[in-house]
């Protein structure tokens, strides 16, 4: 008999947390559209404020920070922000009379910085790429280390006597392993 993963259980990683920091609720209804079957979870806030005590509770997620008509106040803050949780993905979005302030916001520190919603699917892959890449919080140090070991990605390529090659980890082969007499 075969276990079958669960949604939410020990086979399936918990989703990964994303602030959306906007005022209109644009971006997070294109993001969560976007990232449908995704494993990361979009958390709605509608001013700096609340973004900086959602970060104290969450200092390694990703933020995705909308460049409002005060840019420059927003870059202030995104600076100070980015000096106190500096491991924290942070992508700035704007669009129209912002867009000068792109380049400022690259240089402060966002890894990805977007001037149009015609754009979203490449905020929607960064958001791929930072939670395939992430580890989470649930997870803890021997989990991880234990994940992450060498021998892992060196066992998925080694070829079975039968020619075939071994089923990555956390998988059982397609068929049984067969041994070779050492005799």
Request: proline share 9%; charged share 20%.
């Amino acid at each position: 008999m075969t276990q079958q993963p669960a949604s939410r259980g020990v086979f399936s990683p918990p989703p990964v947390v994303c602030a959306v920091c906007e005022r209109s609720g644009l971006w997070s209804a294109t993001l969560r559209r976007l990232l449908d079957s995704e494993r990361v979870e979009l958390v709605e806030l509608r001013s700096r404020q609340e973004l900086a005590e959602w970060l104290v509770a969450q200092p390694g997620a990703a933020v995705v920070l909308e460049l409002p008509a005060d840019a420059a106040a927003t870059l202030d803050e995104l600076a100070r922000l980015r000096r106190e949780f500096p491991q924290t993905l942070w992508i700035v979005v704007a669009a129209g009379a912002e867009r000068p302030w792109l380049e400022l916001a690259g240089e402060l520190g966002a890894t990805c910085v977007v001037a149009s919603l015609a754009y979203a699917d490449l905020v929607a892959g960064a958001l791929r790429q930072w939670a395939g890449k992430h580890v989470s919080s649930s997870q803890d140090g021997f989990e991880h280390i234990r994940a992450n070991m060498p021998w892992q990605a060196v066992d998925a390529m080694r070829p079975l006597p039968s020619g075939k090659r071994s089923a990555p980890s956390g998988e059982p082969p397609e068929e049984p392993i067969e041994f070779e007499p050492l005799f």
